[in-house]
């Protein structure tokens, strides 16, 4: 990250979320209901959580940084990361060479010792390419989708330098806009309403829903599209004409719910709710269903939506921490996440051939696809979602989204693109996304390797081959179970399509006993 964890400070906190908070939703560009003001602020509105017993933190826990995290070279013949060189890419100007064989560890002054699954490179990256176009505000995440590790957590903003770089990518301070498409998709293939062929005929809604525009017209609806090709090329009308026609409120509310939108997701760090407001109106809910009004999403929480589609419909909260050992040399790592089935293996698949048609023929086609037809990235396919709407009130940005995974057949990461652009912008969050992918393509295998990196005495190590990590070493007498957090063996999966068909899996050390509390 490119600024100390000090979760907004000054004026950079009260703009970031005073005003982008209460402009977030003023992105459509049509007249407003009267009734909007009430409903957003209920939208967006902080939701009270439910009164649980404290639970005690770990002794490193409150002392999280990744701002003080430095990279550690891998092994001790790996360089020193020190070295830049100049690049004539616009993007990239200045690449950190020796980044590429380090992980991130932050040392605790008591002797803890943690290593982040992020990579540096993909991190420095996104922010590279965030600073060197001049974003107002911007983010990106990029997960491991074998366990949803986080590999790049970047947020910046050129407008306001103050803002903390995490809450960028943890606050959900951007309407959800088109990417609540694939909720809505879901929605409707899950309750066995429609299929991605079902076709409807419509005009207008590129920039707003009318209630006109919901009624079938024959004469004026010279327009057709099927469910799948909606999607792709983000048809607003298509999208709110099915969930009118097909979707209770109770439906798509129970879809909203297993995304986990107005549900706390479990993180490291503190991950805002992600409001998400249904209407009881069937036309009001068939324009929220299209992308308009009501659900903001944090950028965390917009890769994992794509992670969902990814894994065959399986849900994993994140995790950014790989391993922790404690001043003693006993390790504290915590367990991974729970994973949950959300939704169904063919549905996740249905959506995700939609996905595939946005960088083919869809709205990210120019970002991924040459005038020729070429892939900008070989034969890797992409599975995307695009979104995009334009706030009414000053300072008048652009949100602008891409979240999405790749390879679209073999999933090996999911990820998500926000950016906040002003009128005259550089990039779209597209673009931005597909560059990710390109160095994550280049990087896949050193990234697979450097996962299973173990920290040691020594520094971060690599197993050598044909054998396997040191443990960590073993104090004379068991420590408590609330004072450490161990991470257990992996459990064999009940479920063969739990998890997609991806590398893997990762390599895990092997733990005392005791689990560490969930969430933070």
């Not at 402009?23 to 939208?43: C, G, L, S």
Request: glycine share 6%; hydrophobic share 40%.
């Amino acid at each position: 990250m490119s600024a100390p964890n000090t979760r907004l400070s000054g004026l950079g906190a009260l703009f970031f979320v005073g005003t982008l908070g209460a402009i977030a939703f003023y992105v459509q560009r049509q007249e407003v209901p009267e009734t909007h003001d009430v409903v957003r602020t209920a939208a967006t509105g902080t939701r009270a959580a439910p009164e649980e017993a404290p639970v005690a933190a770990l002794p490193w826990q409150d002392r999280l940084d990744l701002a003080a995290a430095t990279p550690a070279p891998l092994g001790p013949d790996a360089p020193a990361p020190t070295k830049t060189t100049k690049s004539g890419d616009p993007d990239f100007p200045s690449l950190a060479t020796d980044l590429a064989r380090t992980r991130l560890v932050q040392e605790l002054s008591d002797g803890h010792r943690i290593l982040y699954t992020l990579d540096p490179v993909l991190q420095d990256a996104a922010l590279q390419i965030f600073r060197n176009r001049e974003v107002p505000y911007a983010a990106a995440v990029v997960l491991d989708v074998r366990d949803n590790a986080v590999l790049a957590l970047a947020g910046h903003s050129s407008m306001d330098p103050e803002v903390d770089p995490l809450e960028i990518v943890t606050t959900a301070w951007a309407p959800a806009a088109s990417t609540f498409k694939l909720v809505t998709a879901a929605s409707l293939l899950a309750n066995k309403h429609v299929n991605n062929k079902t076709r409807v005929c419509f005009s207008g809604g590129l920039h707003g829903i009318t209630d006109d525009l919901l009624l079938d017209d024959p004469r004026r609806d010279e327009r057709c599209d099927d469910l799948g090709g909606a999607v792709a090329h983000s048809h607003n009308v298509v999208i709110a004409k099915l969930a009118l026609k097909h979707l209770s409120a109770d439906a798509l509310q129970a879809t909203v719910r297993s995304f986990k939108f107005d549900s706390d997701i479990p993180f490291e760090f503190p991950v805002e709710r992600s409001p998400a407001l249904i209407p009881a109106d069937a036309k009001e809910r068939a324009k929220v269903a299209a992308g308009f009004w009501h659900v903001d999403m944090s950028p965390l929480h917009g890769a994992l939506l794509a992670s969902v589609f990814a894994r065959d419909g399986v849900y994993q909260a994140p995790h950014v921490i790989s391993q922790v050992l404690g001043p003693d040399g006993t390790d504290r790592t915590p367990s991974l996440p729970k994973t949950e089935r959300v939704l169904s293996k063919d549905v996740a698949e249905a959506v995700g051939a939609m996905m595939v048609r946005t960088t083919t023929e869809g709205t990210a086609r120019a970002s991924f696809v040459d005038r020729q037809g070429n892939s900008y990235i070989g034969n890797v396919q992409v599975a995307g979602k695009t979104g995009s709407l334009t706030g009414k009130r000053a300072p008048g940005l652009n949100y602008n989204w891409f979240v999405g995974y790749a390879p679209a057949d073999r999933p090996e990461i999911a990820f998500a693109v926000l950016l906040a652009n002003e009128p005259k912008w550089q990039i779209k969050a597209h673009y931005a996304a597909r560059r990710l992918v390109q160095i994550y393509v280049q990087r896949r295998d050193a990234i697979a390797d450097h996962r299973v990196a173990r920290l040691t005495k020594k520094g971060v190590e690599l197993p050598v081959e044909g054998k396997k990590p040191a443990p960590a070493a073993s104090p004379s007498k068991p420590p408590p179970p609330d004072a450490v957090a161990a991470r257990k063996a992996p459990a064999a999966r009940p479920d063969p399509d739990a998890l997609p068909p991806v590398p893997g899996p990762v390599a895990r050390p092997q733990a005392a006993s005791g689990k560490a509390p969930s969430g933070v």
